[in-house]
Every structure is written in structure tokens, then in C-alpha cells.
């Protein structure tokens, strides 16, 4: 009954991950890739997170059985980091930098958890690179993503790869949300890739790509985008 | 950490209301979880509001409490902060004989005092007030004076019996197999280098972790020790670790304490058990100091923090910041050199100075902007390769899925609590499997006769692989994504060289909405009716819909027509589901025999 040639449906976080990939190229940014199974010297160590810190406790890691050095990435921050690192041995700074990817947490699923799920994460490094040019980048990626009256704030909060650290807040349909963690790279990771912090300074931001889908789009379970359903792939 | 508004006041009379500091808070400097009203015991006019405030890892070391925190507050709203300091009064101390080795790198300060005569009782009612505030439980005078001063201050303090330690006490690490008992009555077997306190003979207590049960103060004790110590944060962290004990004493201490703080803790435990002990014997504080923090200077220039911030803050801008938070300073051409107060250990880089700049004055103060740089990206040859396999695929009319990466079989093993999948995958042909039978399930929801299905993704073999692999029940092709990529005709004019498309709006596609499906199960009904040739399905789609009730969940869809003798028969599948319930056969017939009802009365139309 069904015309075998009808164009398939596409999984909306691919759909995202299109969009949001396009939004930040147009801005000139480069799409970064890298390996999910990560070391932990880019999982942790660039990103200033040393061994028996509690921040290694805020994220519940998975670790990999004779493997000592490797964990399932957390976060796709890795991926800018390693981005950043070659770009710098390239000679092509300033550059900026943004990667979608699957990460990983070893902790218990709920509708708003899951173990693995799409993070997207960015990057821009340069000599002026400001606080500013963080907000004025997340405000056109939020405006274009869920709508040109989305407004976009910074909160205070801690990360141990970025000084100053904030939490960024989108403004959609009347509701202020937790969107991602942000703010400008810490001297130390800039130093960790190679960079001279004293030179550059660097914009860092990350967060959950299936929650901008749920919000966007009203999907209430965060599971349901990775149980192989086709009732999902509706937009 | 739960804070009294009450207690706040204390320090910060002028603050303002709850509701209003709660706000100030989640702008200035850490998340408010919680504002809850409740009784408060003591107070004439008998309310008081808790706020559960997330303190950030950075400042942990000096807002964990609430003096802490109204010093903070005071600075930040430049209001006038009551040093409690002239209220406490401690009687004069006579000499004592209390002896304190350190025998470990590991503690960095160790404070004791010998107070005899102490009475052990009830605490009073506004101890007692204060700690149920914050959802704490009084125990007696000495233990409650320990804690207050913990929820107060910041500092960890703890109490022991004198005439249960013997001689001495001796701050040291501890030897493989070492025993003790917690106050809470844990057995604990110490790993060689696990920190203790310890007496000439054997364990007091878990240094800055619990107190054990040997030096526990009782009912009849009379004599004590009070302990003011300050431990090295990761020593605090391991040990803790290895016994699996969460306190409010490691947290503080894993966090990194200021040593200088001991001075007021010992101050504010001493006068607390004097309050309730009058006739108490106090002797002089032991005073072990080993690592005594030097006073520290930094130095920042005003451009840095603009120029971080992206801000045009004058340097008097932020000298006003400095003043209100006490801070000294002194400022020769932009460039600012600072006396960092002991309690602010986060103060170290300019960065912490912009944070500190950006966060009092308020981040709402920086207006975006986008940078005008001349970037040089470069495409990304895996992604173009992946956004050419998807598309292909999708024109080929595969549906594209996520499976999850964990497997209960594999060649990589992950070191999973959460879970019973404790392996990676070694190929996406598994996942795809088990989706086919979950959608051909589906399929008349669907409106497939056919499931065909892709997924892009990686897996383990044990190297890390990026695979392609789809297919229908019938059978389903996996291979690398790089040879799926050689296969595809590159020069095809549907895909761009980098896998993007330019200038496009996304947000355009918001009005578009997810339907969360039901979760009972659905009927699919068809329908075939003979009409005359003149009439289009259309309009028989129409008198089936309007007859066919609010549980259809998708159709009536044409799924095949074909002429006879002057008539044309058009053939739709309805599927009905609802949302709360499990449907009946009975019910749906009843539609189904309107519908035929309906279209019996249409002259020349006929169910066939």
C-alpha cells in the first residue's frame, strides 16, 4: 500500500544537530569531531579537572575495564579542546570550533536522564575574545533555534575549565531555562593545548542537544530518542 | 546548604526580604534550589524562611555557613555586617598540660583546648531553634556548641572526653588494618595512609571525616578536649573515599579550609560551652601551626578584566567592588594590587577577577555581540561524509533510528554501576533488529507495509569504528561509513561539499509540535467503497473522517483504487488508539457500521 521509493524519516536530533551545525557555520565556525571512547587526559586533564578534584565527582564516568588511560567521553568540550590544539599547531588562530556528539554518564535513567545522550559544545579563540561575543554568539544560535523573541541571560556558576563560569538561561515561551554551561576558557586549558593565555583568550560553551529538542519541539522523555522507535521521527 | 533567613539577620540586620535575597542570589552568585516558610520556635512573631542554596565548588571553602554567607551578602549589597566577635566571652584560662603531636605533612593546623567541669544537658532553646532550622537534630549542649559553630562559621570543630585519651592526642596516619568505631557506630579498617586522630594508644576519630566512639562525650563526662583543626583537602577527600562516609565535616574540609578561620571557631565553641557550662574550668588553646598561610598580594590590570568581560567598567568601578568587599588595594595606572583576604582562596588569577568584577556588578550588564573575525574553517570530511550517507539513505526511503551504544555482550568493557549492559557494541545489525520488530509492530501506525530502517553510528570491534548499516526484516547490510561513502556518486548535485546548506532559519520550524504517542494499543480498520468514476476520493475521505470519531490517530489514508464498469472503488485504512484506555473490537465495529451507514445513504455509493 505504501510506495516503496516515499523518502525516509530523518531522527530528530540529526535534524537538530543539521540545524544547529548550519547556525554556527554561518557565524564561521568549523564542525570538530572526535573519538567517544576519549582519553582521560582530554576527557579531564586539558579541561583542568586534575585526579581526586571533586569536580571529577560531578560527573558520573564510565570507565573502561583494562583500559586505565580511556573513559566514555562526558562531554564533547574534549573534541574543542583537540580541535583547538591542531588548529594552533596549524597556525590558524583565531578559529572557532563546534562538535554535536554522543557522550556518556554512568548514572540512573530517568525521563530527563539517560546514558547517553547528544551534547554540542563550541569554542572561539582569539586575542579579544569576550564574555560579550559569548552572549552575542548564544543569543543568535537561541533566536534561531527556538525563535527570534527568545532572550537569552548569564548566571554565575562554577566549571573547572572556565574563568569566569556562568550558566546560560533561555527565555521561551514566557519560562527562563537552563540551557548549557559556559564561559571563557580557563588560562590553563589554553595552556594545556599549547596556546599562550597571556595572548589568547577563549569562549567555551556546552550543553544538552536532546533537551534543546525537547523544549523545542515538546518531547517529554529523553529515552525515547534512542529506543530504535520510528513514532519519534515526526518533525 | 539550607540557610536561616532568621540567622542571616543576625549578621545582616538591613537585608532585605527572603523572596528579594533569593533573587539577588541566583544573579550574583549561586543557584537558590528552595524558599521555604516555616515556624520559627524563638522568634515573637514566629516565622522564619529556609533557603536551600547550591554554593559553587569555588566558594564552598568560605559560604558554607551563615556568617559566611552574610558577609558575602553584606559586601555584595553593601550593607553593614555585625561582627558577632565583641559578644562572645570566654573566662580567663588557666595553664594546661594538654599535649598535641602532628606527626603527618597532612595537617596543617592543629587547635586544642582542655575545658573540666563541663555539664553535660540539654542545649538551649535557641540552639536548639537554630538547628532544627536547618533540618539538624540537638543532641546536647557540647555537640550542638560543635555544630552551630560548624553551620556558622564554616569550621568543622570536634569534642572528645579527657579522661578517654590517653595522654595525649596525636594527629598521624594510619597503619594498614587499623580499627575504629564511629559515633554512629561503623565499623571502619583503615588503608595505610588514611588520616586519624589518634590518642598514645590507639584511633580517636577519622581526621576531619567522624568522631569515633572511644573519645565520645557522654552523660557523665566532665572533662574535654576541643578540636580545631585544619586538614590538607585531598588527604580529608581519600579517606573519606575509602570508607564511603559523607559528613558535613568532609565536605567542608575536601573543599579546602582557610587555617585562619580556627581562631574565630575556637572563640565561638569556647564562649557557646561557657554559656551553658557557667561553672566550667577553661585552660589556655594548644596551638599546633605548621603550615600558617602566608598573607597573600595579586596583582590584575583593569584591561584584562575588560577586556574578558567585554565590559567598559572603569577602574573606579572597580575599585567601588574592592571597597565594598573590603579588599586592599592599590591602583598605579590600571594596574591594581591586591591584599587577597585569607578566606577567599578562589582569588588568585586576573580571570577570578573578572568573574568577581563581572558577577557583583551583574552579567546583565554585557551586551552581546558577534565577533567580526575573518575565520578560515575548514570542512570536516567525517561529518560530509556522514550528512551524504544520511541523505542517500533517506532518499532511498530508509527511516533513520537511534540504538543505545550498551550491550550485554562485546569486545570493550565498561565499569557500570547504573546498569546490566555493561559492554560496547560491536555492530549496529543487533540494535536495528530489535527496532524492525518494535516498528513492524507499528506499522499501521506507521503507514509502512515495510519497515526500512538506517542507523549511523560507531562501534567496537574493539577499535573505535563509524558504521553504516540498514535494512528491513529481510536483511539488513553493515559496513564502514567510509566504504558506504565510496559507494555514493560524488559529484551528486543534491549534496554540497561540506554537508551544509547556507542562510537557512530554523526557527521557523517551532510552531511544529511532538505528539507523544498513546500507550495502549491500536485497531486498524479498512474501509473499500464503490462510488461512481465522477467522484473523487476526496470527498468519500471526508464522510468516512467525519463519521470515523475523535480516536483516530492517523488516516482514513488512501491505500489503493481501482475502475470497474463506470465505478471506482477507493479502499482507506483508519487506525484508531486512545490515550487513557485499551479500545474494544465492540466499539470500533460501531464506528465502523456508522461509517458503512453513512455511506450507504449517498446515492451510488456503496461498501463493498
Not at chain 2, 543576625?10 to 543557584?31: C, G, M, R, S, V
Not at chain 2, 474494544?584 to 453513512?598: H, L, P
Request: charge should be negative; charged fraction near 30%; include cysteine.
Amino acid at each position: 500500500m505504501t510506495d516503496d521509493k516515499k523518502t525516509g524519516t530523518i531522527h530528530p536530533l540529526s535534524l537538530l544537530a543539521q540545524e544547529a551545525y548550519q547556525v554556527f557555520a554561518d557565524m564561521g565556525f568549523e564542525i570538530a569531531t572526535g573519538p567517544e571512547l576519549e582519553s582521560e587526559w582530554y576527557n579531564f586533564d586539558v579541561l583542568n579537572v586534575p585526579k581526586d578534584h571533586p569536580a571529577r565527582d560531578m560527573q558520573d564516568t564510565f570507565v573502561i575495564k583494562d583500559q586505565q588511560e580511556k573513559v566514555l567521553r562526558t562531554h564533547t568540550t574534549a573534541v574543542i579542546a583537540r580541535a583547538m590544539e591542531q588548529a594552533g599547531k596549524e597556525g590558524r588562530i583565531p578559529a572557532a570550533f563546534i562538535s554535536v556528539g554522543k557522550v556518556f554518564r554512568n548514572e540512573a535513567t530517568d525521563f530527563s536522564h539517560e546514558m547517553q545522550f547528544y551534547q554540542i559544545d563550541g569554542g572561539m579563540i582569539g586575542e579579544n575574545i569576550s564574555l560579550a561575543n559569548l552572549k552575542g554568539v548564544l543569543t543568535h544560535f537561541y533566536k534561531k533555534m527556538l525563535g527570534e523573541d527568545v532572550e537569552v541571560e548569564f548566571r554565575p556558576s562554577f566549571f573547572p575549565f572556565t574563568e569566569p563560569s556562568i550558566e546560560v538561561f533561555a527565555k521561551f515561551n514566557g519560562k527562563w531555562l537552563e540551557m548549557m554551561g559556559a564561559g571563557m576558557a580557563h588560562p590553563n586549558v589554553i595552556k594545556n593545548i599549547g596556546l599562550d593565555p597571556k595572548k589568547y583568550q577563549c569562549l567555551l560553551f556546552g550543553g544538552g542537544l536532546d533537551r534543546i529538542a525537547m523544549i523545542k519541539w515538546g518531547v517529554p522523555d529523553v529515552r525515547l530518542f534512542y529506543q530504535g522507535d520510528l513514532r519519534l521521527n515526526q518533525i | 546548604m539550607k540557610y536561616s533567613y532568621n540567622w542571616l539577620k543576625w549578621y545582616i540586620p538591613d537585608a532585605p526580604e527572603a523572596e528579594k535575597l533569593a533573587e539577588i542570589l541566583t544573579y550574583h552568585l549561586a543557584e537558590v534550589e528552595s524558599l521555604e516558610k516555616i515556624l520559627d520556635k524563638i522568634a515573637s512573631k514566629g516565622e522564619d524562611t529556609i533557603l536551600d542554596i547550591k554554593i559553587l565548588p569555588n566558594r564552598a571553602h568560605d559560604l558554607l555557613s551563615h556568617s559566611g554567607l552574610a558577609r558575602e551578602l553584606a559586601a555584595l549589597l553593601d550593607i553593614k555586617f555585625t561582627d558577632p566577635t565583641p559578644n562572645y566571652k570566654v573566662p580567663e584560662s588557666g595553664p594546661t598540660d594538654l599535649k598535641i603531636e602532628i606527626k603527618t605533612d597532612k595537617c596543617r593546623r592543629y587547635m586544642g583546648r582542655v575545658i573540666r567541669n563541663v555539664k553535660v544537658g540539654p542545649s538551649p532553646a535557641w540552639v536548639v531553634a537554630h538547628l532544627e532550622a536547618i533540618g539538624e537534630r540537638s543532641i546536647n549542649n557540647l555537640v550542638d556548641a560543635s555544630n552551630l559553630v560548624m553551620f556558622n562559621c564554616g569550621q568543622p570543630t570536634h569534642v572528645f572526653d579527657l579522661k578517654k585519651v590517653k595522654e595525649k592526642i596525636v594527629v598521624r596516619q594510619a597503619e594498614e588494618g587499623e580499627e575504629l568505631t564511629t559515633l554512629d557506630n561503623r565499623q571502619c579498617k583503615f588503608k595505610k595512609g588514611d588520616m586519624l586522630i589518634a590518642d598514645a594508644e590507639r584511633a580517636l576519630a577519622i581526621a576531619g571525616v567522624k568522631g569515633g566512639k572511644v573519645g565520645e562525650v557522654d552523660d557523665i563526662t566532665t572533662d574535654v578536649i576541643l578540636e580545631v583543626a585544619n586538614f590538607d583537602p585531598t588527604a580529608v577527600r581519600k579517606t573519606a573515599q575509602s570508607q564511603n562516609i559523607f559528613t558535613e565535616a568532609r565536605k567542608r574540609f575536601e573543599n579546602d579550609l582557610s587555617p585562619t578561620l580556627g581562631d574565630f571557631a575556637m572563640l565561638e565553641l569556647s564562649a557557646l560551652i561557657a554559656e551553658t557550662c557557667p561553672e566550667a574550668k577553661f585552660e589556655e588553646i594548644v596551638d599546633e601551626y605548621p603550615a600558617k598561610p602566608a598573607e597573600r598580594a595579586m596583582e590584575f590590570s583593569g584591561d584584562k578584566v575588560r577586556s574578558v568581560l567585554g565590559l567598559q567598567v572603569s577602574d573606579e568601578e572597580i575599585g567601588n567592588v574592592l571597597k565594598r568587599y573590603r579588599m586592599e588595594y592599590t591602583n598605579t595606572d590600571g594596574k591594581f594590587t591586591l591584599q587577597v583576604p585569607p578566606l577567599r582562596l578562589d582569588l588568585a588569577l586576573e580571570e577570578d577577577m573578572a568573574e568577581e568584577i563581572g558577577r557583583v556588578l551583574g552579567y546583565d550588564k554585557i551586551k552581546g555581540s558577534i565577533p567580526k573575525v575573518n575565520f578560515q574553517p575548514k570542512p570536516n570530511d567525517l561529518y560530509t561524509k556522514i550528512t551524504w550517507a544520511r541523505s542517500r539513505l533517506l532518499s532511498e526511503g530508509y527511516s533513520e533510528v537511534m540504538t543505545t551504544s550498551f550491550k550485554n555482550k562485546g569486545k570493550v568493557s565498561v565499569l557500570a554501576s547504573a546498569s546490566d549492559k555493561n559492554y560496547l557494541r560491536t555492530d549496529l545489525t543487533d540494535g536495528l533488529k530489535e527496532s524492525i520488530k518494535l516498528n513492524q509492530v507499528n506499522a499501521p501506525l506507521l503507514g509502512l507495509d515495510n519497515v526500512k530502517i538506517f542507523e549511523i553510528g560507531t562501534v567496537w570491534t574493539p577499535a573505535e569504528e563509524m558504521r553504516v548499516a540498514y535494512g528491513d526484516k529481510k536483511e539488513i547490510k553493515e559496513m564502514t561509513l567510509e566504504e558506504y561513502a565510496s559507494q555514493i556518486e560524488k559529484n551528486s548535485a543534491a549534496l554540497p561539499a561540506s554537508g551544509l546548506r547556507h542562510g537557512q532559519n530554523f526557527s521557523q520550524s517551532v510552531p511544529q509540535k511532538f505528539t507523544m504517542w498513546a500507550l495502549y494499543p491500536f485497531i486498524a480498520r479498512d474501509v473499500a467503497v464503490w462510488v461512481p468514476e465522477s467522484v473523487p476520493s476526496e470527498e468519500v475521505k471526508k464522510v468516512i473522517k467525519e463519521n470515523a470519531g475523535d480516536m483516530v490517530v492517523r488516516g482514513p489514508e488512501l491505500f489503493d483504487e481501482f475502475k470497474k464498469d463506470g465505478k471506482i472503488s477507493y479502499a482507506f485504512r483508519i487506525v484508531f488508539q486512545s490515550y487513557d484506555r485499551t479500545l474494544t473490537d465492540v466499539e470500533i465495529n460501531d464506528i465502523m457500521n456508522k461509517i458503512s451507514a453513512k455511506i450507504g445513504e449517498k446515492d451510488g455509493w456503496a461498501v463493498r
